[in-house]
């Protein structure tokens, strides 16, 4: 939350985010520093020979996390890889990717946007984002999107709908979060328990993976050697999006 009497516009119009995130980055750090060893590394492995770009993973999302227009968690590029020998397009399903590090978190002037401790979500605190979109631009995988306010049209009882995400139950009102907010893919960590365990047999299982017809979206834990996702890693290629950059997403692709 931001100081008494600054509004976020003004504290983007005066420059005071360095007044503003320089004792909350020190709390960060000190955070950082006591945090208790990482509990689960979730991550997903995308099969791209499986995928057939049906976008039913899209609108899973969509409808378990309630978000507005112009919003989306996951979503489905066509690419044609070079050299390919036939005209066969390539889907890429593309959530956040949860990176190892997140150029997202780095930015935030606010500390709105960090990485969990217990998982390597990535996540951001509605109440203190400003809605200064930088994540948004230092974002390299185009996976966040800014929350302007917008509305279904046949979504009449719009504020009676609340989201789920954060297990904070949030109606959409004017002037309220998340309108005006970062929003992003949270692996929908609503539906871990209280102890930060999915249960798949129990469907509590992030949307997109769960619905996938044609299973080419495999969620797990990336630091259990006995998951699904680190059978796969180990027995096939994968490959991850712009590793140049030194982000380590948390997303693999079967090419």
């Given amino acids: ?5 600054i509004t976020r516009r003004s504290l983007l119009k005066h420059a005071a985010v360095g007044a503003v995130a ?11 520093a006591t945090a208790p060893p990482r509990k689960h590394h979730w991550g997903m492995v995308i099969d791209t020979q499986k995928c ?7 609108v899973a999302c969509k409808l378990e996390n309630q978000t507005p227009p112009g919003v989306f968690y996951t979503v489905v590029t066509r690419e044609k890889l070079p050299g390919a020998r036939n005209d066969r397009p390539v889907f890429m399903t593309k959530p956040c990717f949860h990176c190892e590090h997140p150029p997202c978190v780095s930015v935030c002037p606010v ?6 401790d217990s998982d390597g979500i990535v996540v951001v605190d509605y109440d203190r984002c400003i809605g200064c979109r930088y994540c948004l631009v230092a974002c390299p995988y185009g996976a966040r999107y800014a929350d302007f306010g917008d509305e279904y049209e046949l979504s009449e009882a719009a504020p009676d709908v609340v989201s789920p995400e954060y297990k904070q139950y949030r109606a959409r009102l004017p002037g309220h979060s998340p309108i005006g907010n970062a929003r992003k ?3 929908c960590l609503h539906l871990q328990d209280e102890n930060g365990e999915y249960d798949k047999g ?15 979206i495999i969620f797990g834990d990336l630091d259990d050697p006995e998951s699904e996702v680190s059978t796969i ?6 490959v991850r999006l712009k590793e140049e950059l030194g982000t380590e997403p948390s997303v ?3 090419i």
Avoid at 1 to 5: F, H, I, K, S, W
Avoid at 202 to 216: I, L, N, S
Avoid at 233 to 238: H, I, K, P, Q, S
């Fill in 1 to 5: 939350m931001t100081a008494p009497g």
């Fill in 22 to 32: 320089a004792p909350i980055a020190l709390q960060g750090a000190v955070d950082a």
């Fill in 52 to 58: 057939v770009g049906c976008e039913s993973c899209v």
């Fill in 111 to 116: 500390n709105a946007t960090y990485k969990r």
């Fill in 185 to 187: 893919c949270t692996f």
């Fill in 202 to 216: 129990a469907g509590r299982w992030p949307a997109c993976a769960k619905t996938c017809p044609g299973h080419a």
């Fill in 233 to 238: 890693l180990r027995e096939r290629n994968a």
């Fill in 252 to 254: 693999y692709y079967l």
